[in-house]
Structures are given as structure tokens and as C-alpha cells.
């Protein structure tokens, strides 16, 4: 008995250390032996039975054996073992067991592995799985078989590892589920692996900057209008000039005006002048527009298309380069634009391109500017569109240029929205000398370029006659007006009226008395003067008749010339006739008739010295008289006196060389401040340039 106890307690206290693990169930199993198992058999597998399978072992494993296997055994295989697999097994394996597998042992698939999934055990896979397969590995007729799910799992590096390895393979419905980011991660050379034309859309416009400048231009080529439609202003602006330069003409034309107005001076400006012509010009902005060389690339037919705001934009350097049909569809604020130098610099078929209409649209410092060279290749209907709208800014001297075939028919001359002369020349003109007719419209023009009522004067121009009947042989000039009968409340009303237009005549016109000052003396007022003062409206009669005599010699360009006498003075003297500086004092145009002039005719008890006692001259009787546009204040000018047998608002001898006098001969005689500030009371509107005259208006002694 205490022999068996004393064994029982040897046996009890067994170190645990050497303690012996019972072995497993495959434990010394031939492959053949495994691949003999049942279902059931490896069913009942322990994690520590798979982790103790050999890969020799684990390679016999079938199908069917790892179809009963739980996904806790599945994934208890290491990556040896799952690459130990044979293809037949993984052929057969059901798909919900192929997702039981871990990424790393997906990942550590072999190819011939990879290769033998099918369909339904690829798109089984979890994304972790899909991403952790070797992708590279895949088939062309696996990929095929991706659902939709399963690409749009896949990483930007396995797709590009696809569209490298596997050119136009994915199908477009395939193509269509891949994501933005997916799209975006994608390397240049993966990206250009792409059939953009699968693209829809939403991944269009989904692209970054940065893939949009990474596609071929072949692909942008290729991208269909709804594609490009889709692109959004940074991605339009992120094109390249070579990539711009593929997109069709169809659909360059059909970006949006956001679109258009999306690219950038430096794409318009370097893109081939195809795409250019291709573009919708109506849809750029003024800031394309406005660019160095950006219309370089437009065509005629597109600038022909711009709003006038556009082409306003359009720098006046770009416009100079272009054919000459692009000159003449310029608009007016474009025609404004240019300067002297430019038009000066224009060829012979460029200024031939000009419109008639355009050269009226030349600002007034271009047209002062303009060479007599420029001047001399305008046609007459050039020539004639200028002088209509800008004779006030031509100087004499380019005037004096102009050519007796650019004056030879009636024209219009004057001021856009000012006073203008429309002057028809009389039978009797052609006989005049060379320059009478440049001298007519230097006349014109320098009235236009003093006085802005906007009124049309209707002047024929003869020589040697006037309206038909001889001069007299001792008149340098004679002229006949159109005039009819006022009362004097109605012109004492419109000269009140009249005032505000200048410190001069709101003078004036304080001066006026509100009754009659005549004793009930009516009032003669010639038509045009009547315009001036808004007393009769436009029409189309002829307001006088002007003429020069035949019988003196003149000079026409308003230079002094020995013996001759200043031809545009002289003309002048007669038009503001016409215009109303006419003097009756109850006596020259009838008993009791007056004029507005003689409104401001004083006489003074001083002689040669300054007014004293002034007094309206009404009677005709003062031994002096002169004009005052203050009163009797201050003398402007001192008139021929009633008896003198000369024109009663003529300026007497003492006026010296000024146009509203005497002709002289061998002088140049120009018009004076006084002469503008006397047109001024009669109800003629001051230009800036006829104000800044009339400042130069000086005082004289009472003759």
C-alpha cells in the first residue's frame, strides 16, 4: 500500500514546462491523405489544424474541402499557404467564400492565382480585397467581368495600372462609374490610356485643373460637344494652346459665353488662327478683346459681328493691321478712337475703306491733326462726311489743301449737333477762281467752330452775282437774306430765353428793356437768325444768297497778299449778315423798321475817349455811334454812322483790319473777340472756342 502512494504522488507534481500538446489531426498526413478528407472532416478543422497545415499539405486541399471551411479558418491560412492553393481550387471556390479571404492573403495571391478567379469571386471581393489585389495580374476578359461596384472600389493606382497594362479594355459603362478621385489620381500616362469618350458628364467636369492639362490632344479631340459643354471656366482655362487647337470648329463655336469668356488673353492669343476663326466672337468679353493680339486671330466676318461695345474695347493698333473691310465695319466709338498718327498712317486702301459716315465720326483732335497728305486721298464723299460733322476743327490751312473735285458738289459744313452751313454752289461758281470754294467752307467752318446753335443755314454761293443779279462794282461782297417781321415782345421773350447761354448774353440781355424802346418801331429778323433764336424751325428755302465780286482780286487761304483782299474775311463779313448782324435804326430797312442789333447801338456824349451819358441810339441822329453789350458801358466797336452811305452794323474805319468793317486789301483779316461777342447778343450760342474768343474782346474810344 505505501509503495502505491508514494507513485501517485511521483505522477501529482509533473513540472507543467514539460507538459506535452496533443498533435493534430493532420499531423503527419500525406497530401493524398488530406485531399482524401471529407468535407465534414476538414469542416471540423481548428484554426491550429490550418495553421498546422504544410503548404504541400495546404496545396492538396480541394475546393470543396475549403468551400465547408468557416471564414475564421479561411482567413487562419498564411499567405504561403493561400499561394500554395492550386488554380483548380481557386477556379471552384464559391464567391462568398473568395471575399472570406483577408486583403493580405488577396494580396498575396500568385498570378496564376489571381488569374483563375472568375467573375463572381472578383466582384465578391470587399473593397480592402480589391484593393490589395495585384491588378496587374488580372486578364483582359477579367476585367471585362468587373461590375461596376468593383471598379468604382479600386484605387487611382490599380485603375491606372489597368488603362497602362490593359489598353481599351474597360467598356464605357465601366468607365462611366469611375470617381472623380479616381479620375484625379490617375498618372499622366494612365490618363491618356483613357477613352474619354466614355467619360459622362459629371466626371467631365468632376477633372481637375491638372488632369484637364494631362489629357492628350487626341482626347480632347475627341470629347463630344455635351463633353466640352461640360467643362467648367477653369477648366477651359487650363487648355493648352495644343489642346485648344484640336477642339473641332463645332465645338469651339458652341462654348457657352461663360465658357468663351473663361479663356484666357494668353490662350486667345497664341491659339492658331483655325480655332480663332472658330470661336463665337459676340461671346468674348471686352477684357479678351482688349488684349495685344487677340483680334490678330479673329476673322473679318467676326469683327463684322462685335457689339459696338466690343469693338470700342478692341485696341485701335489691332484695328490698323486688319484688312480694310474691318476699317469700314468699325462703329463710331471705335472710329473716335483713333488718333491722328494712326489715320495719318493708314494705306491708300484702308482710308479707301472709310465710310463717309466714319470720317464725320473722327474726334476733333484727329481731325485737326489730319495730314493734307491723308486729306488730299479722302474721296469728295469722304471729304464731304467730314466736313458735315468736323469742318469746325479743320484749320485753314488743311482746308486750303483740299482739291477742287472734293469740293465740286453742294455740301454741308460745320459741326455734328452744332451749326452747319448747307451750301450749294450757283451756276456763276464754276466760274470762280482756284480756292473761292475752299475759301467758302474755311468761312463756314470758322462760324461752326464759334457758334453751337444747332441749326441748319441754307446758303447758296454765287460769283459775281447774287441770286441772280450783278454785284455792285465797288462791293468786295453782297449777299441777300431771307427775312420777315417779329414784334418786339416776341424777340425781347426769345433773347430773355437766350441768356442763360453765356455771361455775355445774360448781360446783354439785362440791358433790354420789356417795352418797346422804339415807339412801337417793328422789328426786321432775317431767317436765319430767326432759327438761331427758335423763332421758325428748320427748312430747306434758302436762307441767302453770298457771292464775292469778279472784279478784285482775292486771297483764299487767309494769308495777306499784296493787292488782294482776304476772300474768307470777306465771306464771313456776308454770312453773318445773313445771320442776323444787320442794322436798320427805323430808317435803312424802312421807316420805323429796327433790327435786334440796334438793340445794343449807344451813342455817347464823349468822343475819343470813353462813353459818357451813354444812350440807346434809336434815332439814327447821334453823331457817334457803337455797339455796347453792357449798357453803354464798355464800346466794342464803333458803327458807320446814318448818312455814310455804308452799312449801318458795319464797323467804320476805325476798326482797322477786322472783318465786320471795311475790305482791305493786302491784310489778313480774321474775326475778333468783339465781332464774336456782338454774333453773341443777337442770340448766337457760344462754342468753348467761341467763348474763349470773345475773352479777347477788347475796348475801344468813342469814335
Given at each position: 500500500m505505501s509503495r502505491l502512494r508514494v507513485s501517485y504522488s511521483c505522477q501529482l507534481f509533473v513540472p507543467w514546462g514539460r507538459a506535452r500538446r496533443m498533435p493534430s489531426i493532420v499531423t503527419g498526413l500525406s497530401p493524398s491523405q488530406i485531399a482524401a478528407l471529407s468535407t465534414s472532416t476538414v469542416g471540423s478543422?481548428?484554426?491550429?489544424?490550418?495553421?498546422?497545415?504544410?503548404?504541400?499539405?495546404?496545396?492538396a486541399l480541394t475546393?470543396?474541402?475549403?468551400?465547408?471551411?468557416?471564414q475564421a479558418d479561411i482567413q487562419a491560412f498564411s499567405t504561403q499557404q493561400v499561394a500554395a492553393l492550386s488554380y483548380s481550387t481557386f477556379v471552384a471556390l464559391t464567391a462568398a467564400q473568395t471575399a472570406n479571404f483577408t486583403a493580405t492573403q488577396i494580396g498575396a495571391l500568385t498570378k496564376n492565382q489571381v488569374q483563375s478567379l472568375n467573375p463572381n469571386q472578383l466582384n465578391a471581393l470587399g473593397s480592402a480585397d480589391l484593393q490589395a489585389l495585384n491588378v496587374d495580374d488580372l486578364t483582359d476578359q477579367q476585367l471585362?467581368?468587373?461590375?461596376?461596384?468593383?471598379?468604382?472600389?479600386?484605387?487611382?493606382?490599380?485603375?491606372?495600372?489597368?488603362?497602362?497594362?490593359?489598353?481599351?479594355?474597360?467598356?464605357?459603362?465601366?468607365?462611366?462609374?469611375?470617381?472623380?478621385?479616381?479620375?484625379?489620381?490617375?498618372?499622366?500616362?494612365?490618363?491618356?490610356?483613357?477613352d474619354v469618350r466614355g467619360l459622362n458628364a459629371a466626371q467631365i467636369s468632376g477633372l481637375s485643373t491638372g488632369a484637364v492639362a494631362n489629357l492628350s490632344s487626341r482626347q480632347v479631340y475627341d470629347l463630344s460637344a455635351s463633353q466640352v459643354s461640360a467643362l467648367s471656366t477653369s477648366q477651359i482655362a487650363a487648355l493648352s494652346d495644343d489642346q485648344l487647337n484640336t477642339i473641332s470648329a463645332a465645338r469651339l463655336a458652341g462654348l457657352s459665353q461663360t465658357q468663351t469668356q473663361a479663356l484666357t488673353t494668353g490662350q486667345l492669343n497664341d491659339i492658331s488662327q483655325a480655332a480663332g476663326h472658330a470661336l463665337d466672337a459676340t461671346k468674348l468679353s471686352t477684357t479678351q478683346l482688349s488684349s495685344t493680339n487677340v483680334v490678330n486671330n479673329l476673322s473679318t466676318a467676326q469683327l463684322h459681328t462685335l457689339s459696338s461695345t466690343q469693338v470700342a474695347a478692341v485696341p485701335v493698333a489691332q484695328v490698323l493691321s486688319q484688312d480694310p473691310s474691318v476699317i469700314s465695319a468699325m462703329n463710331a466709338t471705335q472710329i473716335a478712337s483713333l488718333n491722328a498718327s494712326q489715320v495719318n498712317g493708314f494705306s491708300s486702301s484702308q482710308l479707301a475703306a472709310l465710310t463717309a459716315t466714319q470720317t464725320g465720326q473722327l474726334s476733333g483732335s484727329t481731325v485737326s491733326g489730319l495730314s493734307n497728305t491723308t486729306l488730299g486721298a479722302l474721296s469728295a464723299s469722304q471729304i464731304a462726311g467730314l466736313l458735315a460733322n468736323k469742318a469746325n476743327?479743320?484749320?485753314?490751312?488743311?482746308?486750303?489743301?483740299?482739291?477742287?473735285?472734293?469740293?465740286?458738289?453742294?455740301?454741308?459744313?460745320?459741326?455734328?449737333?452744332?451749326?452747319?452751313?448747307?451750301?450749294?454752289?450757283a451756276a456763276s461758281a464754276s466760274g470762280a477762281p482756284t480756292g473761292y470754294r475752299n475759301a467758302v467752307v474755311a468761312a463756314a467752318a470758322g462760324l461752326a467752330n464759334d457758334f453751337s446753335n444747332p441749326v441748319v443755314l441754307n446758303i447758296q454761293i454765287g460769283y459775281g452775282e447774287v441770286n441772280g443779279s450783278a454785284l455792285d462794282p465797288n462791293a468786295a461782297g453782297e449777299n441777300e437774306a431771307a427775312v420777315g417781321t417779329v414784334s418786339y415782345t416776341s424777340l425781347y421773350s426769345v433773347l430773355q430765353a437766350d441768356s442763360s447761354n453765356s455771361s455775355i448774353q445774360a448781360t446783354a440781355d439785362a440791358t433790354l428793356n420789356a417795352s418797346n424802346p422804339t415807339s412801337g418801331g417793328t422789328f426786321e429778323?432775317?431767317?436765319?437768325?430767326?432759327?438761331?433764336?427758335?423763332?421758325?424751325?428748320?427748312?430747306?428755302?434758302?436762307?441767302?444768297?453770298?457771292?464775292?465780286?469778279?472784279?478784285?482780286?482775292?486771297?483764299?487761304?487767309?494769308?495777306?497778299?499784296?493787292?488782294?483782299?482776304?476772300?474768307?474775311?470777306?465771306?464771313?463779313?456776308?454770312?453773318?449778315?445773313?445771320?442776323?448782324?444787320?442794322?436798320?435804326?427805323?430808317?435803312?430797312f424802312g421807316s420805323g423798321v429796327y433790327t435786334a442789333l440796334d438793340l445794343f447801338r449807344y451813342s455817347s456824349g464823349t468822343t475819343?475817349?470813353?462813353?459818357?451819358s451813354p444812350a440807346l441810339d434809336t434815332s439814327a441822329a447821334a453823331t457817334n455811334a457803337y455797339f455796347s453789350a453792357?449798357?453803354?458801358?464798355?464800346?466794342?466797336?464803333?458803327?458807320?454812322?446814318?448818312?455814310?452811305?455804308?452799312?449801318?452794323?458795319?464797323?467804320?474805319?476805325?476798326m482797322a483790319n477786322d472783318p465786320f468793317g471795311f475790305a482791305i486789301s493786302g491784310v489778313s483779316q480774321q474775326m475778333s473777340g468783339n465781332d464774336v461777342v456782338e454774333m453773341a447778343v443777337l442770340g448766337w450760342n457760344l462754342t468753348s472756342s467761341g467763348a474763349t474768343a470773345a475773352q479777347a474782346a477788347r475796348a475801344y474810344n468813342v469814335a
Open positions: 478543422f481548428a484554426t491550429s489544424d490550418i495553421q498546422a497545415l504544410t503548404t504541400q499539405q495546404a496545396g475546393a470543396d474541402q475549403l468551400n465547408a471551411l468557416p471585362k467581368g468587373l461590375s461596376a461596384g468593383t471598379i468604382s472600389n479600386l484605387t487611382s493606382t490599380q485603375i491606372g495600372k489597368i488603362l497602362d497594362g490593359h489598353r481599351d479594355v474597360l467598356s464605357g459603362s465601366q468607365i462611366q462609374v469611375l470617381s472623380a478621385a479616381q479620375l484625379n489620381g490617375l498618372s499622366q500616362t494612365a490618363l491618356q490610356s483613357l476743327y479743320l484749320s485753314i490751312g488743311q482746308i486750303s489743301s483740299l482739291s477742287a473735285s472734293q469740293l465740286s458738289s453742294n455740301l454741308v459744313v460745320g459741326a455734328s449737333g452744332g451749326l452747319q452751313f448747307s451750301l450749294s454752289w429778323i432775317s431767317r436765319g437768325e430767326a432759327k438761331a433764336l427758335n423763332l421758325t424751325g428748320a427748312s430747306s428755302s434758302i436762307d441767302g444768297y453770298v457771292s464775292l465780286s469778279t472784279g478784285l482780286s482775292y486771297s483764299f487761304n487767309g494769308q495777306a497778299a499784296s493787292g488782294k483782299y482776304d476772300a474768307i474775311g470777306v465771306l464771313q463779313h456776308e454770312l453773318t449778315e445773313v445771320m442776323g448782324r444787320t442794322g436798320s435804326v427805323g430808317t435803312a475819343g475817349g470813353s462813353p459818357s453792357n449798357g453803354g458801358t464798355t464800346d466794342y466797336g464803333n458803327y458807320n454812322l446814318n448818312g455814310s452811305g455804308a452799312d449801318l452794323a458795319d464797323w467804320n474805319i476805325s
